[in-house]
């Protein structure tokens, strides 16, 4: 089953509007070099017009074929949610994906899997491609819990969802110990993960919907690190953090995945 790459640089809280522009321009200018790949830039909301612009989007594509997508958004269409953006504002703005259940939005912000789940049925609702989120902490390997711990999330994240909705979903694997921390997982631990995630989708759907759907690895991804787990055979791209926040090294690391 061979799937379609998707490499996405997650801004996080960097950079400001200037030098998100820049790298927005540099990317969509030298996207060619990840022939392939599908390259999606997830800045912070007060700057995805910036991007948007920069990315040249008219409706959601952009001539460069990179795509933009927001770190989290709300689950209700509109209404009195102080500082929130609800999803039909991300596609307004020209976004074809959103970030969901990053483990920052889980430990720092109360994210539970239930809301990670309304999160991901408003998002496909609204036409979006939720790129949905897992992971173990460091205690959860340590104690030998990283399968009972993606299983719940997987579960409870995706769950009620149909086999169509499903296979729509970009699911990312980003061991929590790993991010940010310049400790990436070993190709085989991440290999391991990621085919556990896949049977797991198999059991919520089909063998051939789970063959279907992409699966990021993230978690200090870096152009030397990304050729070792481009050829595993379930990683089908990366959520890059630190590493996406230079033009160079984000595509250093679509390169690997391109071809
Ligand atoms: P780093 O690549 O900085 O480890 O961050 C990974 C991440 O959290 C992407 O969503």
New binding site residues.
């Given amino acids: 089953m061979s799937r379609r790459k998707i490499v996405a640089g997650?801004w996080k809280m960097n950079l400001d509007r200037a030098k998100g522009r820049d790298l927005a321009l540099a990317v969509a200018a030298r996207s060619a070099e990840a022939a392939g790949v599908d390259l999606v830039l997830c800045p912070p909301a007060a700057y995805l017009e910036t991007v948007g612009s920069a990315l040249g989007l008219s409706g959601s594509t952009s001539p460069s074929g990179v795509t933009l997508g927001g770190q989290t958004m709300h689950d209700k269409a509109g209404g009195a949610f102080t500082g929130e953006v609800a999803p039909p504002m991300l596609v307004d703005l020209g976004c074809r994906y959103v970030?969901l259940g990053?483990?920052e939005r889980r430990t720092l912000f109360g994210e539970t899997d239930a809301i990670v789940n309304a999160k991901t049925k408003s998002a496909l609702a609204a036409g979006l491609t939720p790129i949905v989120?897992v992971g173990e902490t460091l205690e959860e390997r340590e104690a030998g819990r990283t399968d009972a711990v993606v299983t719940a999330q997987i579960r409870g994240s995706l769950a009620g969802l149909s086999a169509v909705e499903l296979e729509k979903v970009v699911v990312?694997y980003?061991p929590v110990w790993?991010?940010?921390?310049g400790k990436v997982a070993s190709p085989q631990q991440a290999q391991e993960v990621h085919a556990l995630i896949r049977s797991l989708l198999g059991s919520l759907a089909s063998a051939e919907v789970a063959g279907k759907i992409r699966i990021q690895y993230?978690?200090?991804?870096k152009p030397d690190n990304a050729a070792d787990l481009a050829v595993q055979p379930d990683i089908d791209g990366a959520?890059?953090?630190?590493?996406s926040l230079k033009a160079d090294d984000f595509l250093g690391i679509a390169r690997a995945f391109s071809g």
Wanted: some cysteine; glycine content about 24%.
């Fill in positions: 997650n970030i990053h483990s989120c990312a980003e790993a991010i940010g921390t993230g978690g200090s991804v959520l890059v953090g630190g590493a």
